[in-house]
């Protein structure tokens, strides 16, 4: 097979990080296991270049990487491809756990982890026969649907070869003059919170890579210049690994600027937190969610509020800048507590924000529980983007959980806010929260009709004498 395309399509929709153009890594690391294997390969992603339907068309095979909100584009794209002869495979989450509706639209659905089995199903392909040994494999033969057992996953991480940049048509961008390298050193999760996938798709067994190879792979790439941004779903999940990691940087003298995302109990070690500095960490992206201490429970967080605003301390001490995640829209949450939780972000020491609406997604018990209780409202995936309503709420309605969501951004993100933090000379501060207000603005003039449509609707008015 001497074409193979991998595309990673994105959103037309804008999020908070839609400048951010980064794409993940799952698509390009199997491009480099395929071109170790010789074939031909290429990798495309919308949010660094657009592909043409023509480049496409001249694969030999075209795999798709799928989540919720970029699905349809998905689906589009697969069908026209298999309309002219091209065979398409689908993987990522949402094919992994919508898996007989992927198959409407793909000759082959990938499940789960696909390093070890892409190059066995590439071979099936131009041999014509294996499918079926193809653990993760589901596909159609002679009008039959077949689900192989489970894929393999990768036990020991150490054994994946780095992702080849070069492979990625229109290269890594910049992010304003900075140009940010992705980089993913484990994968799974310790915790089990109520809205998330992750578990589901990699497991609460964390697997990391060692210490050593993050630290040879992190030397041998020129960093001058540019930002680590580390993909890792809990980056500071092993306190230890983490303590070693932070030291063989500074004991190695590599000198660069990174992020994580990380849970608030790493500010249970302040000297930890300490450290990461030293080693350049200057921003984590933290899942606060919530100051609602029933909702922190309902979401499964093992986390209080005082802890939460400890740790929001911590980072301050320690010159780590917060972006702060919140999550609305819980069985749990009011009106009131929506407020309460949105003004906690503005009066404490958190730099940006993002606040999501909590967004069903499946192979999780909160989309399970939605679909038994009749709960949701739309099935329009492009809207599963943490930015639109699409279940019905306990205690709002859709349009006043999105329009408490809207308001929150705009009284965080407002001029007065912003230019007080200009007034006290912290820049970077100040053109974050700019740039967090030309998000807020671009969703609320993208999603206008969606709002409308909520406003109007029955749903909307019942509770309309309670708005305010």
């Given at each position: 097979m001497?074409r193979?395309?991998?595309?990673?399509?994105?959103t037309?929709r804008?999020?908070?990080?839609?400048?951010?153009?980064?794409?993940?890594?799952?698509?390009?690391?199997?491009g480099t296991?395929?071109?170790?294997?010789?074939?031909d390969?290429k990798?495309?992603?919308?949010v660094?270049?657009?592909?043409?339907?023509?480049?496409?068309?001249?694969?030999?095979?075209?795999?798709?990487?799928t989540?919720?909100?970029?699905?349809?584009?998905?689906?589009e794209?697969?069908?026209?491809?298999?309309?002219?002869?091209?065979?398409?495979?689908?993987?990522?989450?949402?094919?992994?756990f919508m898996?007989?509706?992927?198959?409407?639209?793909?000759?082959?659905?990938?499940?789960?982890?696909?390093?070890?089995g892409?190059?066995?199903?590439?071979?099936?392909i131009?041999?014509g026969?294996?499918?079926?040994?193809?653990?993760?494999?589901?596909?159609?033969?002679?009008?039959?649907?077949?689900h192989?057992g489970?894929?393999?996953?990768v036990s020991?991480?150490?054994?994946?070869?780095?992702p080849?940049?070069?492979?990625l048509?229109?290269?890594?961008?910049k992010?304003w003059?900075?140009?940010?390298?992705?980089?993913?050193?484990?994968?799974?999760?310790p915790?089990?919170?109520?809205?998330c996938?992750?578990?589901?798709?990699?497991g609460?067994?964390?697997?990391?890579q060692?210490?050593e190879?993050?630290?040879?792979?992190?030397?041998w790439m020129?960093?001058?210049?540019?930002?680590?941004?580390?993909?890792?779903?809990?980056f500071a999940a092993?306190?230890?690994?983490?303590?070693?990691?932070?030291e063989?940087?500074i004991?190695?003298?590599?000198?660069?600027d990174?992020?994580?995302?990380?849970?608030?109990d790493?500010?249970?070690?302040e000297e930890?937190?300490?450290?990461?500095?030293?080693a350049g960490c200057?921003?984590?992206y933290?899942?606060?969610?919530?100051?609602?201490?029933?909702?922190l429970?309902?979401?499964?967080?093992?986390?209080?509020?005082?802890?939460?605003?400890?740790?929001?301390?911590?980072?301050?001490r320690?010159r780590?800048?917060?972006h702060?995640?919140?999550m609305?829209?819980?069985?749990?949450d009011?009106?009131?507590?929506?407020?309460?939780t949105?003004?906690?972000?503005r009066?404490?020491s958190?730099?940006?924000?993002?606040y999501?609406?909590?967004?069903?997604?499946?192979?999780?018990?909160?989309?399970?529980?939605?679909?038994?209780?009749?709960?949701?409202?739309?099935?329009?995936?492009?809207?599963?983007?943490?930015?639109?309503?699409v279940?019905?709420?306990?205690?709002?309605?859709r349009?006043?959980l999105?329009?408490?969501?809207?308001?929150?951004?705009?009284?965080?993100?407002?001029t007065?806010?912003?230019?007080?933090?200009?007034?006290?000379?912290?820049?970077v501060?100040?053109?974050?929260?700019l740039?967090?207000?030309?998000i807020?603005?671009?969703?609320?003039?993208?999603?206008?009709?969606?709002?409308?449509?909520?406003?109007?609707?029955s749903?909307?008015?019942?509770?309309s004498s309670?708005?305010?």
């Amino acid at each position: 097979m001497s074409r193979i395309v991998l595309y990673e399509p994105a959103t037309h929709r804008p999020h908070v990080f839609t400048n951010f153009r980064l794409p993940r890594l799952g698509v390009l690391l199997l491009g480099t296991i395929l071109k170790e294997h010789g074939h031909d390969v290429k990798v495309y992603a919308d949010v660094v270049r657009q592909p043409s339907m023509h480049q496409l068309l001249d694969a030999d095979l075209v795999g798709i990487s799928t989540i919720e909100s970029t699905t349809p584009k998905c689906y589009e794209v697969a069908d026209a491809l298999r309309e002219h002869g091209v065979p398409v495979v689908l993987g990522g989450p949402h094919a992994t756990f919508m898996t007989d509706e992927a198959l409407g639209h793909a000759d082959y659905v990938f499940r789960g982890e696909a390093e070890i089995g892409i190059v066995r199903l590439v071979e099936a392909i131009i041999s014509g026969e294996g499918l079926d040994e193809v653990r993760g494999l589901s596909f159609r033969s002679r009008g039959e649907v077949f689900h192989n057992g489970p894929a393999e996953t990768v036990s020991d991480l150490d054994s994946l070869p780095d992702p080849d940049f070069g492979l990625l048509v229109g290269g890594l961008s910049k992010t304003w003059s900075l140009t940010v390298v992705p980089i993913q050193t484990s994968r799974g999760c310790p915790h089990e919170c109520f809205f998330c996938s992750v578990t589901a798709m990699f497991g609460r067994n964390v697997r990391y890579q060692s210490v050593e190879k993050v630290l040879d792979g992190l030397e041998w790439m020129d960093l001058r210049g540019k930002h680590v941004f580390f993909y890792d779903d809990h980056f500071a999940a092993s306190k230890k690994r983490l303590r070693g990691l932070m030291e063989g940087i500074i004991e190695r003298g590599m000198r660069f600027d990174w992020s994580a995302q990380a849970r608030i109990d790493v500010a249970r070690d302040e000297e930890l937190v300490r450290l990461m500095h030293r080693a350049g960490c200057r921003l984590l992206y933290v899942g606060i969610e919530s100051v609602n201490p029933n909702t922190l429970k309902a979401f499964r967080k093992g986390q209080t509020v005082d802890e939460i605003e400890r740790a929001i301390e911590v980072f301050r001490r320690c010159r780590i800048a917060l972006h702060g995640m919140f999550m609305f829209g819980a069985d749990t949450d009011t009106i009131e507590s929506i407020r309460a939780t949105a003004r906690f972000s503005r009066e404490r020491s958190i730099g940006t924000v993002q606040y999501m609406i909590l967004t069903p997604v499946p192979e999780t018990p909160f989309f399970d529980r939605l679909v038994s209780e009749g709960r949701m409202r739309i099935r329009d995936w492009s809207l599963y983007d943490g930015q639109h309503s699409v279940f019905e709420p306990a205690n709002m309605s859709r349009y006043e959980l999105h329009r408490e969501t809207m308001r929150a951004y705009e009284e965080f993100y407002s001029t007065p806010r912003i230019l007080a933090k200009f007034a006290q000379l912290k820049i970077v501060p100040g053109i974050g929260m700019l740039y967090g207000r030309r998000i807020r603005t671009r969703l609320e003039r993208v999603n206008r009709r969606f709002v409308d449509s909520l406003r109007t609707t029955s749903e909307g008015s019942l509770t309309s004498s309670r708005v305010m």
